[in-house]
Structure formats: structure tokens, C-alpha cells
């Protein structure tokens, strides 16, 4: 079974930046397609960032070139760099994960997430 953690939200200022981490265990995070997702209040919960098995990494259109999805093999752990914060990313930021090749709709494993704050 997968379980995931998350860490690292936060109150941040617009502008600033958070890094996230997401903490894998019961499987090696090789063998697994990993991204992340956010709910921000009132609205669905949405694709962030994502490392497939197959395929490149992708983004959030709004979120490119601002956030970054890495990964640390050794540690089994992924994170989620983010930069140039505005208010609209206030959100509960998700990591998933997934067996299959794909993982910008959604995963089976899911963390218990982590508030990312961003005032204005």
C-alpha cells in the first residue's frame, strides 16, 4: 500500500516562495507515476504538476515556469518548488500517486495534503 506525506505549506507573502515535500512509502516512488494537486475553497480540485512513468513532466498552465516537480530517488520522496506565490495559488496542495502511466487526471494514493497560504 502507498502511503504519502506531505510538508512544507505555509503563510507566504505574494512573491515569496514554498517548497513542498511529499514523503513515499510502500513502494518505490521509480515505479510510480507522482504529481501534485490543489483545492483552493469553493473550487474542484485541480492538476498541478506532474512526473509520469512515460512522458514528460507537465504543468499547470498558469503554475509553468513558477513551479517545479523534482524528485529524490534515494530519499523516495518528490517535492514541489514554487515560486513568484500570488494569492490565486492559495490552496490544500495534494501528492499523488499511481501505478499507471499517467497521473494529470488523478491517482489512487493519495497524501492527507498541506495548506499553501498566499497573501496579498
Known amino acids: 500500500q502507498v502511503q504519502l ?3 512544507g505549506g505555509g503563510l ?3 512573491g515569496g516562495s514554498l517548497r513542498l515535500s511529499c514523503a513515499a512509502s510502500g513502494e518505490t516512488i521509480g ?5 501534485w494537486f490543489r483545492r483552493a475553497p469553493g473550487k474542484q480540485r485541480e492538476f498541478v504538476a506532474g512526473m509520469p512513468l512515460i512522458g514528460r513532466i507537465r504543468y499547470l498552465d498558469s503554475t509553468k515556469g513558477r513551479f517545479t516537480i523534482f524528485r529524490d530517488n534515494a530519499q523516495n520522496m518528490i517535492y514541489l518548488h514554487m515560486d513568484s506565490l500570488e494569492p490565486e495559488d492559495t490552496a490544500v496542495y495534494y501528492c499523488a500517486a499511481a ?8 491517482a489512487p494514493y493519495w497524501g492527507q495534503g498541506t495548506q499553501v497560504t498566499v497573501s496579498s
Open 5 to 7: 506525506v506531505e510538508s
Open 99 to 106: 501505478y499507471y502511466s499517467t497521473i494529470t487526471t488523478g
Open 12 to 14: 507566504v507573502q505574494a
Open 31 to 35: 515505479r510510480l507515476s507522482m504529481g
